[in-house]
């Protein structure tokens, strides 16, 4: 999970809020919608799940409510509150919004926001594929990290097995002749940033 430097709204999203004043999700026009997920996906989010890192380039992937609508339905037009996510019922947006996710306001507390917080420097990872609280932190930190972890199911089998087919690739690569700062270009569309400079700063140096 990474820092998502939001941008202004853009003016369709904009105009459409002030002109109809819309209350719920619903209400919002779907090309305004599109457009908007456009733009967070790639000016914001560089087409990458704002929770996981799997590089979105297709259509799977929707509008989540970082504070969903059913607990605090004021955020629902909040464009700070507005992050793409992809499209998976076990891991990420609609997991944190499952039975097994977020039940209240104050489980927010708990966890990481990708927009307030600097999400990065909060995780580690393994050549597993795995995800873990950085070394070092706060025990509050550290609690928040792993709930983190837990609420939006980072170490579901299906992404540790992805990012550990990443470090096979970039041992390959290595073998190849392709230099440590070379590789997160040339694994761009592969996502998973945060694993690969983990990777390539502690295990291929």
């Not at 799977?60 to 504070?67: A, R």
């Not at 290595?174 to 295990?203: A, H, R, W």
């Amino acid at each position: 999970m990474r820092k998502i430097d939001k941008a202004k709204p853009i003016q369709a999203f904009s105009d459409f809020v002030r002109k109809n004043k819309p209350v719920v999700w619903d209400d919002c026009d779907a090309q305004v919608k599109r457009e908007a997920r456009e733009f967070i996906l790639l000016e914001e989010q560089f087409l990458l799940c704002g929770y996981t890192e799997i590089y979105i380039d297709n259509e799977d992937c929707h509008i989540d409510h970082y504070i969903k609508r059913a607990l605090n339905n004021n955020l629902c037009y909040d464009w700070n509150n507005l992050i793409v996510a992809v499209n998976d019922d076990d891991y990420g947006a609609k997991y944190k919004d499952g039975g097994n996710g977020v039940k209240n306001l104050e489980d927010y507390n708990l966890i990481f926001n990708p927009v307030n917080d600097q999400t990065q420097d909060f995780f580690r990872y393994t050549t597993d594929g795995k995800i873990h609280p950085a070394n070092n932190l706060s025990q509050t930190d550290f609690n928040k990290a792993e709930k983190t972890i837990a609420i939006f199911n980072l170490n579901h089998n299906s992404l540790k097995t992805r990012r550990k087919d990443l470090i096979l690739t970039m041992n390959a690569l290595k073998e190849g002749g392709t230099e440590n700062q070379d590789l997160s270009g040339i694994l761009e569309e592969q996502g998973f940033p945060s694993f690969v400079i983990c990777m390539i700063e502690n295990y291929l140096n």
